[in-house]
């Protein structure tokens, strides 16, 4: 409706408040400056909505009113200025029309300056993409081939992501109502999201810097503060009473001690409580990436960490229980990310050796092109041809990849099975399938033909079965393996010279496994690849926050050396009553020896606790008991005559 309308329905005095502007000041103030300009007005916006004439005539007259009425009402000015308030009118009269004409011969030309430009351009270069005649504005996805291999999707590190595509979105939103009753006002993160029993995190002691960057790579480092540190030594202390009480009661003072948290939870899985277990270990990981540099990426697989400092391994050792918990949920996809994650904070030391599970959560996440392209990136410097697992996952990836890559998938197995043959029996026995007599009682493939190979090699062999036996249980998979077998028997007996120069590669190669390897065995727990540790191994003691800790660590802080305190009160009755009979026993040597041996260690642990050792002081007891009795003797009567002789 237009102000006339509304004018002739409330009346002049209603809107009095819509009176333009005084005009007076106007023209004073062009008066001073000089020549008048004319005054630009506000756009029509019912101009947009066709070529009406008559909107922007009724606009025009208006205004004019509107001004007339103005002048009936203020004092008569001089003639001067009445005049310009006439070429005023006329000029915004001009003004609308001119805009008017100009959007008339915009639609009758519609192509100007611009469109002429664009045409030449697209002459040049080729026409933008268009779809269904609309510019096509997103972004291209970046395919598998530009990106990192060690970069990593966030949509993929949540594990409910994974389950909403499995078993659709009902179900997980149902299963999220039933867990969290409660409001959770903790900010989730991009690892773990916080659960609504958990106390908010304040100042930990736990920091992260930046040490160095290097050809494209940033280098940190976690970084324990002095009341952190007396947390850590308590902790400490908490491990050797061997009393999981004490554990606990720590982690009730302090519930984001990350190595309190680790050992809680190996606790908890050895007895039977996976739910709790997983839970500290998400709280662990929770703290630590809310200790992250600024500029630590999680996303982009360029920042490192180093293993060789006690404080950064934690989170390598949280990495791969968590991504161990998830992969025994059915989160495949998710496992395989915190794979990459937890390879890109030291590809070249590899640490926890990941790469001999990585191919595992690749084929069962049926991601086969990365599998492929992290295979012929990395074979000419990491020798991948050489793990068992890779050199049979990644033939089982092109034989699923696609049609084509068949004759590739056969070669690559042919030679895996020449160069690993004790692969076949064990893998036929762990699928509960039996193996063809010819197959069984040839010498290439026979059991006991391969009782001469290195023990690392049988380790690796052990261990590939026991984690991927079950990817190569479907029955095309058989069928595909059955066939290369046959072809490989043919080439044996034929002599092909690359079985010869495979088995010399077994024999020079596979003598000693490295420590990381050691390191991911024990980790992994799998019973058959444990068999046949070293002995230096085996009588090592194994901590569970810090399994096989490097041996060139770089220890950042010390524990002090702890005081003996041995009290003298009843407690030590029998040890006074050795010492009184015995003079030579010394029940402090005990104490001694073992702060001896606690001195010098840094904070990886391994300390011997003051009464743990009961045994060492049983033993010293035991020796003195032996020697007490060994030099009682009975004395023998002598003879009156003899005394009388000797007075004599």
Same mark, same amino acid.
């Given at each position: 409706?237009?102000?006339?309308?509304?004018?002739?329905?409330?009346?002049?005095?209603?809107?009095?408040?819509?009176?333009?502007?005084?005009? @007076?000041?106007?023209?004073?103030?062009?008066?001073?400056?000089?020549?008048?300009?004319?005054?630009?007005?506000?756009?029509?916006?019912?101009?947009?909505?066709?070529?009406?004439?008559?909107?922007? @005539?009724?606009?025009?007259?208006?205004?004019?009113?509107?001004?007339?009425?103005?002048?009936?009402?203020?004092?008569?000015?001089?003639?001067?200025?009445?005049?310009?308030?006439?070429?005023?009118?006329?000029?915004?009269?001009?003004?609308?029309?001119?805009?008017?004409?100009?959007?008339?011969?915009?639609?009758?030309?519609?192509?100007?300056?611009?469109?002429?430009?664009?045409?030449?351009?697209?002459?040049?270069?080729?026409?933008?993409?268009?779809?269904?005649?609309?510019?096509?504005?997103?972004?291209?996805?970046?395919?598998?081939?530009?990106?990192?291999?060690?970069?990593?999707?966030?949509?993929?590190?949540?594990?409910?992501?994974?389950?909403?595509?499995?078993?659709?979105?009902?179900?997980?939103?149902?299963?999220?109502?039933?867990?969290?009753?409660?409001?959770?006002?903790?900010?989730?993160?991009?690892?773990?999201?916080?659960?609504?029993?958990?106390?908010?995190?304040?100042?930990?002691?736990?920091?992260?810097?930046?040490?160095?960057?290097?050809?494209?790579?940033?280098?940190?480092?976690?970084?324990?503060?002095?009341?952190?540190?007396?947390?850590?030594?308590?902790?400490?202390?908490?491990?050797?009473?061997?009393?999981?009480?004490?554990?606990?009661?720590?982690?009730?003072?302090?519930?984001?001690?990350?190595?309190?948290?680790?050992?809680?939870?190996?606790?908890?899985?050895?007895?039977?409580?996976?739910?709790?277990?997983?839970?500290?270990?998400?709280?662990?990981?929770?703290?630590?990436?809310?200790?992250?540099?600024?500029?630590?990426?999680?996303?982009?697989?360029?920042?490192?960490?180093?293993?060789?400092?006690?404080?950064?391994?934690?989170?390598?050792?949280?990495?791969?229980?968590?991504?161990?918990?998830?992969?025994?949920?059915?989160?495949?996809?998710?496992?395989?990310?915190?794979?990459?994650?937890?390879?890109?904070?030291?590809?070249?030391?590899?640490?926890?050796?990941?790469?001999?599970?990585?191919?595992?959560?690749?084929?069962?996440?049926?991601?086969?092109?990365?599998?492929?392209?992290?295979?012929?990136?990395?074979?000419?410097?990491?020798?991948?041809?050489?793990?068992?697992?890779?050199?049979?996952?990644?033939?089982?990836?092109?034989?699923?990849?696609?049609?084509?890559?068949?004759?590739?998938?056969?070669?690559?197995?042919?030679?895996?099975?020449?160069?690993?043959?004790?692969?076949?029996?064990?893998?036929?026995?762990?699928?509960?399938?039996?193996?063809?007599?010819?197959?069984?009682?040839?010498?290439?493939?026979?059991?006991?033909?391969?009782?001469?190979?290195?023990?690392?090699?049988?380790?690796?062999?052990?261990?590939?079965?026991?984690?991927?036996?079950?990817?190569?249980?479907?029955?095309?998979?058989?069928?595909?393996?059955?066939?290369?077998?046959?072809?490989?028997?043919?080439?044996?007996?034929?002599?092909?010279?690359?079985?010869?120069?495979?088995?010399?590669?077994?024999?020079?190669?596979?003598?000693?496994?490295?420590?990381?390897?050691?390191?991911?065995?024990?980790?992994?727990?799998?019973?058959?690849?444990?068999?046949?540790?070293?002995?230096?191994?085996?009588?090592?003691?194994?901590?569970?926050?810090?399994?096989?800790?490097?041996?060139?660590?770089?220890?950042?802080?010390?524990?002090?050396?702890?005081?003996?305190?041995?009290?003298?009160?009843?407690?030590?009755?029998?040890?006074?009553?050795?010492?009184?009979?015995?003079?030579?026993?010394?029940?402090?040597?005990?104490?001694?020896?073992?702060?001896?041996?606690?001195?010098?260690?840094?904070?990886?642990?391994?300390?011997?606790?003051?009464?743990?050792?009961?045994?060492?002081?049983?033993?010293?007891?035991?020796?003195?008991?032996?020697?007490?009795?060994?030099?009682?003797?009975?004395?023998?009567?002598?003879?009156?005559?003899?005394?009388?002789?000797?007075?004599?």
């Amino acid at each position: 409706m237009s102000s006339r309308a509304v004018r002739k329905l409330h009346g002049d005095s209603d809107l009095a408040f819509l009176a333009p502007v005084d005009d @007076d000041k106007e023209s004073d103030i062009s008066e001073d400056d000089g020549p008048s300009q004319p005054i630009k007005t506000k756009a029509n916006l019912f101009e947009l909505l066709g070529d009406d004439e008559g909107i922007v @005539d009724d606009d025009i007259e208006e205004e004019e009113e509107k001004e007339d009425k103005k002048e009936n009402t203020e004092p008569k000015s001089t003639g001067a200025v009445k005049k310009k308030r006439k070429k005023k009118k006329k000029k915004k009269a001009n003004e609308k029309k001119e805009q008017r004409n100009e959007e008339n011969n915009v639609d009758e030309n519609p192509e100007d300056e611009i469109d002429a430009s664009i045409r030449e351009v697209n002459k040049i270069l080729g026409p933008l993409p268009v779809t269904n005649g609309i510019m096509n504005t997103e972004e291209v996805p970046v395919s598998i081939g530009t990106r990192s291999l060690l970069s990593i999707e966030h949509k993929h590190l949540n594990p409910d992501n994974e389950m909403r595509r499995i078993f659709g979105s009902q179900v997980v939103r149902s299963e999220h109502r039933r867990k969290e009753r409660r409001k959770n006002i903790q900010k989730s993160g991009w690892l773990v999201s916080p659960r609504p029993n958990w106390p908010p995190i304040s100042k930990t002691g736990l920091s992260m810097t930046l040490g160095s960057s290097k050809n494209g790579y940033q280098y940190f480092n976690f970084e324990h503060s002095k009341e952190y540190q007396k947390v850590e030594f308590q902790f400490l202390d908490a491990v050797e009473s061997y009393n999981p009480s004490n554990l606990i009661s720590l982690v009730n003072m302090h519930p984001y001690h990350i190595n309190s948290l680790l050992q809680l939870s190996e606790v908890c899985k050895m007895s039977e409580d996976l739910q709790m277990a997983t839970e500290l270990i998400e709280k662990a990981l929770y703290c630590m990436e809310g200790s992250l540099h600024t500029l630590f990426n999680l996303a982009q697989g360029t920042c490192r960490l180093d293993y060789r400092h006690p404080e950064n391994r934690a989170l390598f050792l949280a990495l791969f229980r968590h991504l161990v918990y998830i992969g025994n949920k059915g989160s495949y996809r998710t496992a395989l990310e915190l794979c990459k994650l937890l390879l890109g904070l030291d590809p070249n030391g590899d640490p926890i050796c990941i790469l001999l599970m990585m191919d595992f959560y690749a084929i069962r996440s049926e991601q086969y092109d990365y599998l492929i392209r992290l295979y012929n990136e990395w074979e000419s410097h990491k020798n991948l041809s050489q793990l068992p697992n890779f050199a049979f996952s990644t033939a089982l990836a092109h034989f699923h990849s696609n049609e084509d890559g068949r004759k590739k998938a056969d070669s690559m197995l042919q030679e895996a099975l020449i160069m690993f043959p004790s692969v076949l029996i064990g893998l036929l026995d762990k699928c509960s399938i039996q193996p063809d007599p010819l197959v069984a009682s040839h010498p290439f493939f026979s059991a006991s033909s391969h009782t001469s190979q290195p023990v690392a090699l049988t380790q690796l062999v052990s261990l590939f079965i026991a984690r991927n036996f079950s990817s190569w249980k479907q029955p095309e998979v058989m069928g595909w393996l059955e066939r290369n077998v046959q072809e490989v028997l043919k080439r044996v007996d034929n002599k092909d010279p690359l079985v010869q120069s495979f088995r010399k590669k077994q024999l020079s190669r596979y003598q000693k496994a490295p420590r990381n390897v050691y390191r991911h065995l024990i980790m992994s727990e799998i019973k058959e690849a444990l068999i046949g540790l070293p002995v230096e191994l085996s009588n090592t003691p194994i901590l569970s926050y810090d399994p096989l800790p490097p041996l060139d660590s770089i220890v950042s802080y010390t524990r002090p050396a702890r005081q003996s305190r041995v009290q003298h009160d009843q407690s030590g009755a029998l040890a006074s009553f050795f010492q009184s009979l015995l003079p030579s026993y010394n029940p402090d040597a005990v104490a001694d020896n073992n702060n001896a041996r606690g001195q010098g260690r840094g904070a990886e642990g391994g300390y011997m606790p003051e009464h743990a050792n009961i045994r060492e002081g049983i033993d010293a007891l035991m020796n003195s008991m032996r020697d007490l009795l060994a030099n009682v003797q009975s004395l023998q009567p002598e003879d009156d005559n003899e005394e009388l002789e000797e007075v004599d």
